[in-house]
């Protein structure tokens, strides 16, 4: 039977990564983001499996864009049945007495309400099917909370309590709902954070080997194939190297 998955931020990273891996495993694909060449670049790409791609532009944090975009999905995209909340970002790593305005809007707007402004949208369709399985990208940030990381933690936090909140609301309705929880995982993840320094971004995964996006989506594909009776509420996976969001060994 056809099976549709959702990924948002597919542009990059993890979300990529779970794109290929879901289309190898026979996943028809509805991915998302803000750059439009990104996503018919991974459309092309994923040609070669035989599964339909169907592309959204929008910016998660803009509700109506989000709205008129899965109102244009053809009718036989409208039965989702895995929906990936991965887009997300940090946005600096400051104090709190000197973080950005600007930096924080954009973590919680984007993080927090892009996250439920697209889950409120896509959540009805599964309810009414009584079928379906959300899994919510949150982080070791969500768990733990470190220097200069308060508000991107705050974020992570508030994917994890609405993960908890989503689980129990949609009980009634057989509605999976699962976190997967990453410390280090190199993507374009630290360039984003501190706002394209290049040098800044290379340091976070100095002497030591990170998480690949590949071993995200490898955990997210086994979330999603467990059988009927099971959920995997969560699964923190952190790089060898990392015992915490704090303690890391580097080589020199
Ligand atoms: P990337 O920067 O590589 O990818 C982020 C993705 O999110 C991109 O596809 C981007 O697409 C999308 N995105 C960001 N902002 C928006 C927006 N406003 N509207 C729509 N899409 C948006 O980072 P990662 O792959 O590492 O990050 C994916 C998720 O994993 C995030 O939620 C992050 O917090 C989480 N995470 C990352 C870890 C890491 O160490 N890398 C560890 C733990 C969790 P586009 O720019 O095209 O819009
Ligand atoms: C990203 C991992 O440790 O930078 O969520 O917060 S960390």
């Known amino acids: 039977?056809?099976?549709?998955?959702?990924?948002?931020?597919?542009?990059?990273?993890?979300?990529?990564?779970?794109?290929?891996?879901?289309?190898?495993?026979?996943?028809?694909?509805?991915?998302?983001?803000?750059?439009?060449?990104?996503?018919?670049?991974?459309?092309?790409?994923?040609?070669?499996?035989?599964?339909?791609?169907?592309?959204?532009?929008?910016?998660?944090?803009?509700?109506?864009?989000?709205?008129?975009?899965?109102?244009?999905?053809?009718?036989?995209?409208?039965?989702?049945?895995?929906?990936?909340?991965?887009?997300?970002?940090?946005?600096?790593?400051?104090?709190?007495?000197?973080?950005?305005?600007?930096?924080?809007?954009?973590?919680?707007?984007?993080?927090?309400?892009?996250?439920?402004?697209?889950?409120?949208?896509?959540?009805?369709?599964?309810?009414?099917?009584?079928?379906g399985h959300i899994i919510n990208v949150s982080s070791i940030a969500g768990k733990e909370t470190y220097a200069n990381g308060n508000v991107y933690c705050a974020t992570k936090h508030a994917v994890e309590a609405i993960t908890k909140g989503m689980r129990i609301d949609l009980l009634p309705y057989n509605i999976k709902v699962s976190s997967v929880s990453p410390g280090m995982v190199e993507t374009e993840f630290s360039i984003v954070r501190y706002h394209g320094d290049k040098e800044k971004a290379d340091n976070v995964y100095k002497g030591l080997t990170p998480l690949f996006a590949d071993d995200i989506a490898d955990a997210i594909e086994f979330m999603i194939t467990r059988p009927p009776h099971v959920n995997i509420n969560d699964i923190l996976i952190m790089p060898t190297a990392q015992a915490s969001a704090v303690y890391n060994h580097r080589e020199e």
């Open 1 to 131: 039977m056809k099976k549709i998955a959702m990924i948002t931020g597919a542009t990059s990273g993890i979300g990529k990564a779970t794109a290929k891996k879901l289309a190898q495993s026979g996943y028809h694909l509805i991915i998302t983001g803000r750059r439009s060449d990104r996503l018919q670049e991974l459309k092309d790409e994923l040609k070669g499996h035989s599964v339909d791609v169907e592309t959204l532009c929008f910016d998660i944090r803009e509700t109506t864009a989000i709205e008129n975009a899965v109102k244009q999905l053809p009718a036989e995209w409208t039965n989702i049945d895995v929906l990936v909340n991965n887009a997300g970002l940090a946005a600096g790593a400051d104090p709190i007495y000197n973080g950005l305005w600007s930096d924080w809007e954009q973590m919680i707007d984007t993080n927090i309400k892009g996250l439920l402004y697209l889950s409120k949208l896509i959540i009805p369709n599964m309810m009414e099917r009584k079928q």
